[in-house]
């Protein structure tokens, strides 16, 4: 099973790539597949790529579902 997550862009870097948070955490990731991406877009993420952008408000609902699954 694959699992992709929403996160929110924080930075633009050249050479297609860009920093994403997701829930405070940065990393690196190729934005190669998006066009006009801009800091504060949230995309889906999976394996180190964005593969599309989402709603931020359905992103919001998606990473409150996922923080309510991970509670012990």
Do not use: F, Q
């Not at 050249?14 to 066009?35: N, Q, R, T, Y």
């Amino acid at each position: 099973m694959c699992l992709a997550i929403p996160a929110a862009v924080t930075k633009i870097l050249p050479d297609e790539m860009a920093v994403v948070s997701i829930d405070g955490v940065g990393k690196e990731i190729s934005v190669a597949l998006i066009e006009d991406l801009a800091v504060g877009d949230y995309v889906i993420i999976h394996v180190g790529y964005a593969l599309t952008k989402i709603d931020p408000e359905e992103a919001r609902r998606t990473l409150d579902l996922l923080r309510e699954l991970s509670v012990e």
